[in-house]
C-alpha cells in the first residue's frame, strides 16, 4: 500500500509521473526551509553571544561580585540583584535580536519590491507617476 495513492491525492486522469519535471515542486525543496532555518538559528546564537550579550555587560548589566566574607543578609541580597539581571540580560538579548530581525526582514521586503514600493511613495506624496 502506498502512503500517496493517487485515488485519494489526485483528480481522475492524472497520475504522480505527470505531475514530475522540473517546473514542479520537488521532495529536495523542502530542504531549503530546513536549511535557512538552521542558518537563522547560528545566526541568531552568533549575534547574542559576540554582540548582545557583551553590550548587556556594558550597559551595566553586569553580575556583582560574591565574596565569602559577606554577610547572609547581604549574600541573598546579591544572589537576588544578580538573578534580576540575568533576566534583565535574557530580555535585552532577545529584544535585540526581534529588533535586528525585524529590521533585516523589513529592509528585504522594501528592496524586494522597491519598485512597487517607490511607485506607492510617488503616489501617496501625489508627486507624479513615476513609473509607467
Not at 556594558?58 to 547572609?72: M, Y
Not at 549574600?75 to 530581525?101: D, L, M, P
Request: hydrophobic share 50%; aromatic share 12%; glycine share 6%.
Amino acid at each position: 500500500m502506498s502512503l500517496l495513492p493517487e485515488s485519494v491525492w489526485l483528480p481522475p486522469g492524472v497520475s504522480w509521473k505527470d505531475l514530475e519535471g522540473e517546473d514542479m515542486a520537488q521532495i529536495y525543496h523542502l530542504g531549503y526551509p530546513l536549511l535557512i532555518s538552521v542558518l537563522l538559528i547560528v545566526f541568531r546564537e552568533l549575534l547574542i553571544l559576540l554582540v548582545f550579550k557583551p553590550w548587556s555587560m556594558r550597559t551595566g548589566l553586569a553580575p556583582v561580585a560574591l565574596t565569602d566574607q559577606d554577610g547572609s543578609k547581604l549574600r541573598k541580597a546579591k544572589v537576588a540583584i544578580n538573578e534580576r539581571r540575568n533576566v534583565q540580560r535574557a530580555k535585552f538579548c532577545e529584544t535585540g535580536w526581534r529588533w535586528i530581525f525585524y529590521l533585516i526582514a523589513h529592509l528585504g521586503t522594501i528592496s524586494f519590491n522597491k519598485i512597487t514600493f517607490l511607485d506607492s511613495i510617488c503616489k501617496l506624496l501625489f508627486l507624479c507617476s513615476c513609473f509607467p
